[in-house]
T-cell receptor, first 117, second 112 residues
Framework: AQSVAQPEDQVNVAEGNPLTVKCTYSVSGNPYLFWYVQYPNRGLQFLLKYITGDNLVKGSYGFEAEFNKSQTSFHLKKPSALVSDSALYFCAVRERGGFSNTGKLIFGQGTTLQVKP | DADVTQTPRNRITKTGKRIMLECSQTKGHDRMYWYRQDPGLGLRLIYYSFDVKDINKGEISDGYSVSRQAQAKFSLSLESAIPNQTALYFC???????????FGEGSRLTVL
């Protein structure tokens, strides 16, 4: 069965420090991978995606993510955290291609990022 | 104006009542989705639709129904609401050739 795991319910970092939010997946083949962010009382906003090519993907707000096929991971990173980065982050995966592909995303359970001044 | 609009944003209702959550989009996308968010569980897919005549069940469709009234409108109904349907509901859209989803702001439903 397809699944996405975010092993940390919460990540705490100090402002200015690098941050990592972890994600591993279990999907057949080579999936598409995504990160979304949710601010309080808001919908999910798309951050970045991995489709193909370079394993390091750059996205919005200075975030990037590293795809590691052998470890089936897609960790979200940022070199220098901001207090305004505090939010709930979701990793998601989608099967690649095919006529029957539904386009639906499978989400992890979410990780709360808390950045302290 | 939001590209994906959900109404109502907040609703409190009682057990047994019928509830409809509405979603409309101006993105011109043909695919629409309803997800449910619960703390610690992430988002789970309730129903999805590829076009007006194509509606499919997701992983947690029991107790829910949907209607795709037009390409731009996709409604979620709870025929007889129960307390464990208390959750945050999201509508999302995507282009048939696209990969990422675009989400509405969410509808928070509380069933007493």
């Amino acid at each position: 069965a397809q699944s996405v795991a975010q092993p940390e319910d919460q990540v705490n970092v100090a402002e200015g420090n690098p941050l990592t939010v972890k994600c591993t997946y279990s999907v057949s083949g080579n999936p598409y991978l995504f990160w979304y962010v949710q601010y309080p009382n808001r919908g999910l906003q798309f951050l970045l995606k991995y489709i193909t090519g370079d394993n390091l993907v750059k996205g919005s707000y200075g975030f990037e993510a590293e795809f590691n096929k052998s470890q089936t991971s897609f960790h979200l990173k940022k070199p220098s955290a901001l207090v305004s980065d505090s939010a709930l982050y979701f990793c998601a995966v989608r099967e690649r291609g095919g006529f029957s592909n539904t386009g639906k995303l499978i989400f992890g359970q979410g990780t709360t990022l808390q950045v302290k001044p | 104006d939001a590209d994906v609009t959900q109404t109502p944003r907040n609703r409190i209702t009682k057990t047994g009542k019928r509830i409809m959550l509405e979603c409309s989009q101006t993105k011109g996308h043909d695919r629409m989705y309803w997800y449910r968010q619960d703390p610690g569980l992430g988002l789970r897919l309730i129903y999805y639709s590829f076009d007006v005549k194509d509606i499919n069940k997701g992983e947690i469709s029991d107790g829910y129904s949907v209607s795709r009234q037009a390409q731009a409108k996709f409604s979620l109904s709870l025929e007889s609401a129960i307390p464990n349907q208390t959750a945050l509901y999201f509508c999302a859209t995507s282009h048939s050739g696209g990969r990422e989803l675009f989400f509405g702001e969410g509808s928070r439903l509380t069933v007493l």
